[in-house]
């Protein structure tokens, strides 16, 4: 865990910074630390109390709620520029989700103390953080709809439209089978069946380890009475776990 090298100007550039005063960035800077994660690190584990605020600066990181008996939930990802720890800073509690590092992770650690000597006196920074943690409730709210109400065949055609690409041979996906199957919940065995009926129908293919979207429409059509507000490239469907 190192000093982060930051000036200023270059916290400013973070969202949750911006309001900030050029005093308040002064400040912040002398306590910020810089902690770096290779990737399938736990960074934060459930149950432990976060002594601080993380800002994700580089790479990607993921929620994921295990049950200690090799079963695992992925609620969410979080990408550069968003942050986590949050209800840490008020109430001391523990971790609900641990967040694990897809990619190497580079995190500027903001202590506790300086991060709410800052917001005691910024008004619009408390508001910013009070509007993430409400956004990610709302979030946690439909994802736990989806996994109620709907079946898993349209979850996994969301999480297909939601993480895919578009490649000359079609829409190239990201997640494999069994990460598709951490996101919806639901057995690798089940998930792999419903891929089989997705590539007899023609709407998906498989290429070597990759999963490719030859149809979206059809995708769209399987998800649409369980996910009717939510366009093809959204992800808002998606939580990003306020820990």
């Known amino acids: 865990m190192n000093a982060l090298t930051l000036d200023p100007d270059a916290l400013r550039t973070q969202s949750l910074f911006s309001s900030f005063t050029d005093r308040q960035l002064t400040h912040m800077v002398s306590s910020v630390k810089h902690r770096s994660f290779a990737p399938g690190t ?9 002594d601080g605020l993380y800002v994700l600066l580089a790479g990607r990181a993921r929620v994921v709620h295990e049950d200690g ?3 695992a939930l992925i609620a969410g990802y979080i990408g550069p520029n968003e942050f986590f720890g949050e209800l840490g800073l008020l ?15 580079e995190l500027a650690f903001v202590p506790k103390k300086t991060f709410l000597e800052c917001i005691y006196d910024n008004a619009s920074a408390a508001v910013f953080v009070l509007q993430k943690a409400l956004e990610r409730l709302a979030a946690a709210h439909e994802k736990m709809a989806s996994l109620a109400l709907s079946n898993v065949h349209a979850r996994v055609a969301r999480v297909l439209l939601d993480n895919c690409y578009e490649t000359p041979t079609g829409w ?13 919940g639901a057995s690798r065995e089940m998930v792999s069946r419903v891929l089989k009926t997705m590539i007899a129908s023609g709407a998906v293919r498989r290429e070597k380890r990759k999963l490719i979207v030859m149809d979206r429409g059809a995708l769209e059509s399987a998800c649409a009475r ?14 990003v776990g306020s820990v």
């Open 69 to 71: 008996q090799g079963h």
């Open 42 to 50: 736990w960074i934060l584990r459930t149950g432990e109390t976060p």
């Open 91 to 105: 109430d001391s509690k523990p971790c609900p989700a641990s967040i694990q590092a897809v990619e190497r992770c």
């Open 226 to 239: 369980y996910f009717p507000s939510k366009s093809a490239n959204s992800e808002d469907w998606q939580l």
């Open 172 to 184: 190239r996906v990201n997640p494999g089978s069994e990460e598709i199957a951490a996101i919806v």
